[in-house]
């Protein structure tokens, strides 16, 4: 499991080359699994949505398997944040935008206008493209969520923020300053705190706006592991640009291509056998 | 055009002048650095020269005494101490409803503004073109809507004189036999008439667009991406504002908050048409009271023929200025103490 894997990152400029390690590379250690044996924490299916007249997705199905981690690729403005922005509802701030087909998280269907948004995005964690924490101490952060949601005793709240800083791994960095502001703390650790705000609320699926492309390498590292780790408790959905990330840490990979779905599979088998020519195009960077 | 320009490298541009551009364009730098100095000095200079006749000729009656001492027709004997007392109270009822009105406002302008819906978006704009608007009406036109809305309410409840409603007087018995009406602290009466309530509730219509429109900037300071994080975690859109947008936002509404009351403490248009100059020897009872403010006592005292009561007045005017620049200084610490990065 433990593979210095420099060799990965060939064209980033790395200042502390060294000192970088990646713990999992699923790609190399991951059998191939066919997603629609797995159990379904989403389930996508003739999903289309619109921006206005503008067509962003158009009827993808498939599943999200649980427990594992789903990786989506594709040139920009494919429609990958689109996605996860449905899944979690943060599209209805979006006056133009709509959408018909099926969008379900464990059968709860997310599209309903009769759904509660509140409870559905507390089951759906997101952790956006650049770190986010909000100008208040480290603590707070982590208590945001629960205390939205209901009234929690001083240690209830402790333990609560110790578990996902832990989850998270940063209680070891930052438990002797719980009470010092966030925006002390550096991008990859402000990153990482707003992991633990996510799992905090106990969400059932993760989702990851292109959670590295605001970081360094090292703190890159850092995340990455983080989702190995993840992965045994949470369904993780990442968007990423970084073709070497979405073959390190995912199980399943999806490309879209101009808000279609071209392929979906295992992520060894998209990576190593694309079965489609806009897939082996993609990632061997022939275009986007 | 482009086509006759055939030649390559450092040569292309020395063909079409630019020499001769240099010089022009250097004029043209220094040229606009004199102009910026002449405008700052002559700011300056006309700030100083005001500051100096009102020193030197205010500074004669100004000590301790004048600030406690009530107005006299000796001009030694004057002092501001009902106007001082006026303004503190009247600034401070302005404040109590123009801060919450005001607030609340700003968040529903900007926090629950529309998306959706074509007129609903144009009564949005409609709205906070005419706040906007509201910020530029001079501050007497504020004093005749007071007299009418808040002085008399419109006649619905008789005369100020003879209200229809009041509570808080009962009958007193002088020693002499006289009775008259005495009036508690907490005396109310509908009208309201020319009391502290009217002339606050007439100040929180001068500066209300004012508390509006800096708040709103203060919230709209906050970035969006807070937001989405609070409403990615399950937050309603009202623990939102309330947990992050408006905590984020108070560095800035306070500072827009005081620079509105510092406004509104030297106000004397509107004070003038709601209290009108009356010889106010004692300090307000209750907010339904007589009351005169400092801008008004200061305009009492120039008036006046006498040579001496104009130096009076140049001394109300440096206590008027040490309170703005007290209202000032303490924005610009809060404004430094509380102004955090926000992300």
Same mark, same amino acid.
């Given at each position: 499991m433990m593979e210095p894997s420099e060799a990965a990152l060939p064209e980033e400029p790395v200042a502390t080359h060294e000192e970088i !390690?990646? /713990? !999992? &590379?699923l790609s190399q250690t991951r059998p191939s699994e066919d997603p629609q044996d797995l159990d379904a924490a989403v389930r996508v299916e003739r999903f289309s949505s619109w921006y206005g007249d503008f067509q962003a997705l158009q009827a993808l199905s498939f599943v999200i398997p649980e427990n594992r981690i789903t990786a989506f690729i594709g040139p920009s403005g494919c429609g990958k944040s689109t996605l996860l922005r449905w899944i979690n509802r943060m599209n209805d701030l979006v006056p133009s935008a709509r959408a018909e087909g099926v969008l379900e998280l464990h059968g709860t269907d997310l599209l309903s206008s009769q759904a509660d948004v509140v409870d559905l995005r507390r089951r759906v964690g997101m952790v956006f493209q650049k770190p986010n924490p909000f100008p208040k101490s480290i603590y707070d952060n982590v208590a945001f969520g629960p205390r939205l949601h209901r009234k929690l005793s001083r240690s209830e709240t402790d333990d609560l923020v110790e578990q996902s800083l832990n989850d998270a791994a940063l209680w070891d960095e930052v438990k002797d300053r719980? /009470? @010092?502001? @966030?925006? +002390?703390? +550096?991008g990859g650790q402000q990153q990482r705190l707003c992991i633990a705000r996510a799992v905090a609320c106990g969400p059932e699926i993760l989702l990851m706006?292109?959670?590295?492309? @605001?970081? &360094?390498p090292k703190s890159t590292a850092a995340i990455e592991n983080l989702m190995a780790t993840l992965r045994q408790h949470y369904t993780i959905a990442i968007v990423t640009h970084n073709m070497q990330q979405a073959a390190r840490t995912s199980d399943f990979t999806a490309f879209l291509y101009q808000g279609e779905l071209i392929e979906f599979g295992a992520t060894q088998q998209i990576f190593t /056998?694309?079965?489609q020519r806009e897939t082996e195009n993609y990632i061997t960077g022939r275009f986007g | 055009m482009s086509a006759e320009v055939t030649t390559f490298g450092p040569d292309r541009l020395s063909r079409h002048g630019r020499a001769a551009s240099i010089a022009l364009r250097m004029l043209k730098d220094r040229g606009f650095v004199v102009i910026c100095i002449l405008a700052a000095t002559s700011s300056i200079l006309v700030l100083s020269w005001l500051l100096w006749s009102i020193l030197s000729s205010g500074?004669?009656?100004?000590?301790?005494a004048f600030l406690d001492d009530v107005p006299s027709r000796k001009p030694e004997k004057a002092g501001m101490g009902p106007a001082i007392i006026g303004s503190v109270l009247v600034c401070a009822v302005c404040a109590f409803f123009a801060l919450p009105i005001g607030v609340g406002s700003a968040v529903f302008l900007e926090e629950y503004k529309p998306t959706k819906g074509k007129w609903v978006k144009r009564l949005h704009a409609f709205v906070q073109l005419n706040i906007s608007n509201l910020a530029g009406v001079p501050s007497i036109v504020y004093g005749i809507i007071g007299l009418t809305v808040f002085v008399e309410m419109f006649g619905l409840f008789g005369s100020a004189n003879d209200p229809a409603l009041a509570i808080g007087s009962h009958p007193f018995e002088a020693s002499d036999g006289s009775s008259y009406l005495e009036q508690a602290w907490y005396y109310f009466q509908?009208?309201?008439?020319?009391?502290v309530l009217a002339g606050a509730l007439t100040l929180m219509l001068v500066i209300l667009p004012v508390v509006i429109i800096s708040a709103q900037e203060a919230l709209r300071a906050v970035p969006d991406s807070l937001r989405h994080a609070a409403l990615g975690v399950g937050a309603t859109r009202w623990q939102m504002v309330s947990k992050v947008s408006l905590p984020a936002a108070v560095p800035g509404i306070m500072t827009g908050s005081i620079l509105a009351m510092s406004r509104a403490i030297g106000e004397a248009a509107p004070m003038l048409v709601i209290a009108g100059i009356v010889f106010i020897t004692y300090t307000p009872l209750h907010l339904m009271d007589d009351f005169t403010v400092m801008p008004l006592q200061i305009y009492e005292w120039a008036k006046k023929p006498q040579e001496a009561f104009h130096a009076v007045a140049a001394s109300g005017i440096i206590v008027l200025l040490a309170v703005l620049l007290g209202f000032n200084a303490l924005a610009v610490f809060i404004r430094n103490k509380f102004h955090k990065p926000l992300s």
């Open positions: !390690t990646f /713990k !999992t &590379d719980l /009470k @010092a502001s @966030a925006l +002390s703390l +550096s706006d292109e959670p590295c492309s @605001a970081l &360094d /056998k694309p079965e | 500074l004669t009656y100004l000590d301790w509908l009208p309201i008439g020319r009391g």
